[in-house]
């Protein structure tokens, strides 16, 4: 089973900054469309960015956008969500996700699932 790990979660106060990372383990994802998701407590999973297996073309959810920057390093095996101007209502469980889809739609479904990492913004 293809797994996934994030890091960098954690606590923050409103209008701070925060980076997650991900990782496979065991193989190497640079041919693979990748994304993030989030979960808040009582709500379900919701796209937060993706960006394709080039790195070519990145999608955001519109309460995110120019807050949020999704990039990968194809060297390092590395995909990244620098996070900025973090508000409360952005805590959740954030999940790294990975698919083979190709072309430039970024949403719907994905393959792989990583466990998730938590990030709690405080006001």
């Known amino acids: 089973q293809a797994q996934l790990v994030e890091s960098g979660g954690g606590l923050v106060q409103a209008g701070g900054s925060m980076r997650l990372s991900c990782v496979p383990s065991?193989?190497?994802?640079?041919?693979?469309?990748l994304g993030w998701f989030r979960q808040a407590p009582g709500k379900g999973r919701e796209f937060v960015a993706g960006?394709?297996?080039?790195?070519?073309?990145?999608d955001y959810a519109n309460f995110v956008k120019g807050r949020f920057i999704i990039s990968r390093d194809n060297d390092k095996n590395t995909l990244y969500l620098q996070m900025n101007s973090l508000e409360p209502e952005d805590t959740a469980v954030y999940y790294c996700?990975?698919?083979?889809?190709?072309?430039?739609?970024?949403?719907?479904?994905?393959?792989?699932w990583g466990q998730g990492t938590q990030v709690t913004v405080s006001s």
């Open positions: 065991g193989w190497n994802f640079r041919s693979y469309a």
């Open positions: 960006i394709s297996w080039t790195g070519g073309t990145t």
């Open positions: 996700v990975a698919d083979r889809k190709t072309g430039n739609y970024l949403r719907g479904t994905y393959d792989y």
